[in-house]
C-alpha cells in the first residue's frame, strides 16, 4: 500500500524541519509526504527551498487562511492509498505508519484510524 502523509504548516519551518526529519526515519518509507504553506509565508517557502531532505516531498500552496483550508487544497494532490495527517510541530515514531497500514490491512472495512489524545 502507498502512504501520503499530508502536513499543513504556518510559519513554523523549526518545527516542519523536526517533523520532515522523524517522517525520513519511518521503518515504513513514506511514499509521498504534501506539506501546503500559505502564500504569504515565505520564511517556510525559503526553509523547504535550502533543505535537502530524502522524502518524495511536494510543497503545496493555499492563498485561503486556516487548518481546515489547507488540509482541502492538500487533499487534492493524494495518490496514495492511506493517507496520514499530522501536524508540523509533531515528530512521528518510527513505526507511526507501520503501525496505521497493520489496522487497515488487517480488516478491509475499516475506513480510518485515529491516535491517542492526550488530555492533560
Given at each position: 500500500?502507498?502512504?501520503?502523509?499530508?502536513?499543513?504548516?504556518?510559519?513554523?519551518?523549526?518545527?516542519?524541519?523536526?517533523?520532515?526529519?522523524?517522517?525520513?526515519?519511518q521503518t515504513k518509507p513514506v511514499d509521498q509526504a504534501i506539506?501546503?504553506?500559505?502564500?504569504?509565508?515565505?520564511?517556510?517557502?525559503?526553509?523547504?527551498?535550502?533543505?535537502?531532505?530524502?522524502l518524495p516531498l511536494e510543497t503545496v500552496t493555499v492563498s485561503q487562511p486556516g487548518v481546515v483550508?489547507?488540509?482541502?487544497?492538500?487533499?487534492?494532490k493524494v495518490?496514495?492509498?492511506i493517507l496520514s495527517i499530522t501536524d508540523d510541530d509533531a515528530a512521528p515514531h518510527p513505526d507511526w505508519l507501520?503501525?496505521?497500514?497493520?489496522?487497515?490491512?488487517?480488516d478491509p472495512?475499516?475506513?480510518g484510524v485515529g491516535g491517542r489524545d492526550w488530555i492533560y
Open positions: 500500500m502507498r502512504n501520503t502523509v499530508l502536513i499543513p504548516t504556518y510559519r513554523r519551518p523549526q518545527d516542519l524541519y523536526r517533523c520532515l526529519k522523524a517522517l525520513e526515519q506539506v501546503v504553506i500559505r502564500d504569504t509565508d515565505t520564511q517556510t517557502q525559503q526553509f523547504l527551498d535550502q533543505q535537502h531532505h530524502y483550508a489547507a488540509l482541502n487544497t492538500g487533499l487534492i495518490n496514495g492509498d507501520v503501525k496505521i497500514n497493520t489496522h487497515f490491512l488487517a472495512h475499516i475506513g
